[in-house]
């Protein structure tokens, strides 16, 4: 079943349940999605439809966002916007991938460092653009970039 598929059964059973919260937040996702597709279609032709790792970037970027409005929430003293950001990131987060652990990430970094053969903090693209692909959407890429970084320095991340 594809994630397209899934999200069309949840947001049926959604609506059968009642479940407003969970509806809306689907509704968001199936429309981001739709989104994705019809600017792919601008390069791929009219037939185009999302491929499922697509579709999990799209549900991530979407996530992203929510996590930074959490965050902004947070700094503006808004506590009760950010635990209704928190309760949608929860529903998206059912959608993507199980997030990797920092010592999960720690390792494939210092891999990614020794075969790169990194040794300065200029080298964190090098670093990033080798461990980004094998994470696949399972840890934020803020977090990496400072585990990276920390690696590189000597910090905790080595």
Do not use: C, F, W
């Not at 600017?39 to 992203?64: C, N, P, V, W």
């Not at 009760?80 to 990131?89: H, T, V, Y």
């Not at 990614?112 to 934020?140: C, F, H, N, Y």
């Amino acid at each position: 079943m594809t994630i397209k598929e899934r999200l069309g059964q949840d947001q049926k059973a959604a609506m059968k349940s009642g479940d407003k919260a969970r509806l809306g937040v689907i509704r968001m996702l199936r429309s981001k999605l739709q989104e994705a597709e019809v600017a792919g279609r601008g390069k791929h032709g009219l037939e185009y439809t999302l491929e499922d790792d697509e579709s999990l970037r799209a549900i991530a970027s979407y996530a992203k966002q929510r996590r930074e409005s959490i965050e902004a929430y947070r700094q503006g003293g808004r506590e009760e916007l950010a635990r209704a950001e928190e309760a949608e990131l929860a529903i998206i987060q059912e959608y993507l991938p199980r997030q990797l652990g920092e010592d999960e990430i720690k390792r494939i970094v210092r891999a990614a460092v020794e075969a790169t053969g990194a040794a300065s903090p200029r080298d964190i693209g090098a670093v990033m653009k080798q461990v980004m692909p094998q994470l696949g959407g399972r840890a934020d890429g803020k977090l990496v970039n400072r585990l990276v970084r920390e690696a590189l320095t000597g910090g905790d991340g080595s």
